[in-house]
């Protein structure tokens, strides 16, 4: 898209068009299912009305049953009293000869027929017959003139026509005044994303004249530019420690290079720049590690982990090095929990963990390694009382090349716990650094899995 | 014993030529993969250095062809990529072993020694494993010299175990770290020293002292100790 394609202010698009007709099509069809209803319900009373008047015409008389000349006589009557109506009464003999009533009809089948029949002895007209035989043989005919149901059905062309018309403009007017609300509305997002595409990372969408559904959107969009504000940022500060943290090796390796030494000391030498080397190997095989961890191309082999052997192996491992620093490692309560993870990333999790004791902590720290089962989590609690972490350095030492103040020695890569809480994070866990009044206490929640289901 | 090094980085196969004709190894140097196809058919060799990152022809795809024409020689692949990742990849595609660059000489001599020797039969798993007069017993992690028996923590008896199968060969501590603990990861305090230190220690308890230490590259099981 070019940009002056992205500048111009957006139309309704194909959306307006299609919303019409089917806005159209759907009065449409709801005006043709009226006409069939009210058709149907006109054509029941006529039908009704029909039925009512053969039982007034052939209801008997006080001697007995109607004779067909009481009928003719009361078709006469009829006939006399009205010279206009909508109904005739028809009264046919045995041999199908019209006697009584003024219509040119061959006689109908009995029962209910439609008919047609010369009206005024101009033009066919449509009528609904409701035909009775008599025991004798005669038909008694009442026809009802269907001209309600006619002047229906002759206006169903136009009003359905008129109906999809206003419907159609209707729709076509509602979504295009829709569109142009939505656009207004959009236009102060369209405005920040181009900002931001510029390179102003700060810019925000106001939210603050929207409602419902927009407000809700500018609110996720600004809660996700906060979290890439705060990655960029984080990515920028971690490219800045990086260079810190590799030119000072590198400064120093090229110090003892260009130093004039006696042959005596070359030796000695050597093995100085040797350890610069492995100082700045060891930076870069952790960065490889946590990207390979944060962007999940760890070839990961996600099963059950047998929490309690994994943490018993690894104290087992752990113990003698802790111990060889002057501290010590005891195993406090371990409760048999499982959860799904990658037994490889668990490990130097834990690891990790265990060997900031080593190198943070003086000798005489006691350090507990525990693991229960926290409601849906599996809680796995390092607790030391060594001199612990300041408030406010607690969060920092979990971002890459941070290091808590006291470490004074600058060991390992400043990467281990970074690497820590990628882990973590990978498992779907929190990791929480605490005060352990005195010492530190790192507290990681990881999802358990239920006790009943058997490993899978 | 013959080595082709398929190296394209000068220096560095300088290197790896030099000190591998100094431990006795013929060492034969290409540059390319496909220099290296000829190079095996025209004679055998008892290993091979092989680069991952070659020009042309790549060393996964020089493992593929080797394999397929049945002249594919133990091999430990070297690389600058060195994640997991790449190192299943290797693995997968035929390398017997897989060195993430930068690496210690020491190491890359360990590793071609172990996978040289692993073409030669392989002794019978961890059931009655013996070295002279060291014997280990699987089922109570336990091991006897002359009348004595200790029993071994679980770490200490996968370390010697690990050790006496490899006895008389130096063997790093990445591999030990790889074989024993199974850990992809490089930690950054000495857990391999401080568990060998005990285990040390307890065979010292047995009147038994058969490890030496080789500074800075690794541990050797000397058998002649465990007469």
């Not at chain 1, 027929?113 to 033009?123: I, L, Q």
Request: glycine fraction near 8%.
């Amino acid at each position: 898209m070019t940009a002056s394609a992205a500048r111009r202010a957006p139309g309704p698009g194909r959306l307006a068009i299609q919303f019409g007709v089917a806005f159209a099509l759907a009065m449409l069809a709801m005006g043709v299912i009226v006409f069939l209803v009210a058709e149907e319900r006109i054509a029941q009373r006529i039908d009704d009305a029909l039925q009512v008047h053969v039982t007034k015409f052939l209801r008997p008389v006080a001697t007995g049953p109607a004779s067909d000349a009481d009928v003719i006589a009361r078709i006469q009557e009829w006939q006399r009293r009205k010279m206009l109506s909508e109904r005739t009464y028809l009264f046919y003999d045995a041999t199908g000869r019209l006697v009584a009533g003024r219509l040119d009809l061959a006689a109908p089948q009995p029962g209910y027929s439609d008919v047609t029949f010369m009206g005024g002895g101009r033009k066919p007209q449509k009528g609904r017959a409701l035909a009775t035989r008599r025991p004798d043989g005669s038909l008694f005919v009442v026809v009802q003139h269907s001209e309600a149901a006619a002047s229906l059905r002759a206006l169903l062309p136009s009003v359905v026509a008129a109906i999809f018309v206003s419907a159609l403009l209707v729709g076509l007017a509602a979504t295009i005044l829709f569109a142009r609300l939505t656009a207004r509305r959009l236009a102060e997002t369209q405005a920040a994303a181009d900002a931001i595409a510029q390179g102003d990372l700060t810019r925000r969408i106001p939210s603050d004249r929207l409602d419902g559904m927009f407000a809700v959107q500018a609110e996720s969009l600004n809660r996700m530019l906060d979290r890439m504000e705060d990655m960029v940022n984080a990515q920028r500060q971690f490219s800045s420690h990086l260079a810190h943290d590799l030119r000072t090796p590198l400064t120093r390796l090229r110090g003892l290079l260009t130093a004039e030494t006696a042959e005596a000391d070359r030796v000695r030498l050597l093995e100085r720049a040797e350890r610069e080397c492995a100082s700045i190997i060891t930076i870069f095989d952790a960065l490889l590690r946590l990207a390979e961890i944060e962007t999940g191309r760890h070839p990961s082999a996600v099963r059950d982990l047998p929490l309690r052997a994994m943490l018993e192996d690894i104290a087992e491992t752990m113990e003698p090095v802790i111990a060889d620093a002057g501290c010590a490692l005891e195993l406090g309560r371990l409760e048999p929990v499982r959860v799904r993870g990658d037994a490889d990333l668990f490990n130097q999790m834990i690891v990790n963990l265990l060997e900031n004791v080593v190198t943070h902590t003086p000798a005489g720290t006691r350090a507990t390694l525990s693991l229960e089962q926290a409601g849906e989590s599996a809680l796995i609690a390092i607790d030391d009382d060594g001199p612990g972490l300041a408030e406010g350095e607690r969060d920092r030492v979990l971002l890459p090349f941070e290091r808590g103040k006291g470490s004074g020695l600058r060991r390992g890569s400043g990467l281990g716990l970074a690497i820590t809480r990628a882990i973590v994070r990978f498992h779907q866990g929190s990791l929480e650094l605490a005060d352990n009044a005195p010492g530190l206490k790192v507290r990681i929640r990881l999802p358990a899995l239920p006790d009943a289901v058997p490993a899978a | 014993m013959r080595v082709l090094v398929v190296e394209d980085d000068a220096v560095i196969a300088d290197h790896i030529t030099a000190c591998l004709g100094t431990l006795g190894y013929r060492p034969e140097r290409v540059a390319s993969g496909e220099d290296a196809l000829a190079a095996v058919e025209r004679q055998r060799f008892s290993g091979m250095v092989l680069d991952r990152l070659l020009p042309g022809m790549s060393g996964i795809e020089v493992l593929a062809r080797m394999r397929a024409e049945r002249r594919l020689p133990p091999v430990v692949m070297l690389s600058a990529l060195g994640t997991v990742k790449d190192r299943i990849e290797g693995l997968a595609a035929g390398a017997d072993d897989y060195l993430a660059k930068p690496f210690d000489m020491d190491e890359l001599v360990a590793r071609l020694n172990a996978v040289t020797r692993r073409a030669a039969p392989v002794p019978p798993p961890d059931a009655g494993l013996a070295v002279g007069r060291l014997k280990l017993d699987p089922s109570s992690h336990s091991v006897l010299f002359l009348d004595r028996t200790i029993e071994l923590n679980r770490k200490q008896f996968s370390l010697l175990a690990h050790l006496m199968r490899c006895a008389d060969r130096l063997v790093t501590r990445g591999m030990l770290l790889e074989s024993v603990w199974g850990y992809a990861f490089t930690p950054t305090t000495n857990i391999v020293e401080s568990n060998m230190s005990r285990l040390r220690a307890r065979l010292e308890e047995l009147g038994c002292d058969p490890i030496d230490t080789l500074r800075g590259s690794g541990y050797v099981l000397r058998s002649e100790r465990c007469r």
